[in-house]
Each structure stands twice: as structure tokens, then as C-alpha cells.
């Protein structure tokens, strides 16, 4: 039986297998993002491409079947923002929480700068480019 405390459970403990396993593989080391950004060491790309690959292969193997539709108005300039982010502050929203709890405090900086990117996206949104929100719940 599924319960909230079982839930809450199993988040937190992938939460940290997943914060152990990008921590030991050099994710939350700005030294090292910034080699796998400017492609001096490729295991960022090599990483990606992996999940990728494992995706197809369950996708197949479940037999899921999607076809492309309509892209939403505000992922093309939302992945370019984020992009940028992660490249200058050298991590995504998992990367500065990790990087705090190895005791890398400017990562404080950037966490407060994904709330503010967050709020900031929000506000553009509902004041200029009344984006269709699907399934994101801005």
C-alpha cells in the first residue's frame, strides 16, 4: 500500500543515492563542470547520452508510443536561460543543494538565483507571454 510516509520514504532516500552517486562522479564540483561544459572531459556528454540510450531501450521495451506534439512557446527560451544558468553557476537546481552539503557555501548564490530565475519567470510569463501552462503549474 502506497502511503505518504512511504512515499516521502522512498523520495528521500533516492534523493540521497542520488546526491552520493553525482558527488562521487564529480557533478558537484564546479572545477569539474566547467571542464565537462567547455568539453575538456566528456563524461557529462558521455552521461547524457547513456540515459538517453537507457530511455529508448525501456521505452521500446514497454512499448511507449508518443508522437511529437505542439512545442510549448516558452521551452526554447526557458532551456536557453537554463542552460546559461547551469553553465555559469556550474550546476542545475540538484547541483547547489549537493554542492552546500559538501560544504561549497556560494552555492548558496545560485540557489537564490534559481528562486529568483523562478519568480522572475513566473511574473514575464503572466504579465507579457501568457505561456500555456500544461502541465507545469506556474
Partial sequence: MRTRGAILLANVLT??????????????DFAELNRMFTFQDL????????????????FALV????TPGRIHAGVIPGAMLFGTGWAISGGCPTIPIIQVASGYLPAFATIAGVAVGMW???WASNRFFQFDRGSCGM
Wanted: hydrophobic letters at 55%; charged letters at 15%.
Fill in 63 to 66: 512499448r511507449v508510443r508518443r
Fill in 15 to 28: 534523493g540521497l543515492a542520488l546526491g552520493y552517486v553525482v558527488t562521487n562522479i564529480g557533478f558537484g
Fill in 120 to 122: 522572475l519567470c513566473r
Fill in 43 to 58: 563524461r557529462m556528454l558521455y552521461s547524457f547520452a547513456g540515459a538517453v540510450a537507457i530511455i529508448v531501450v525501456a
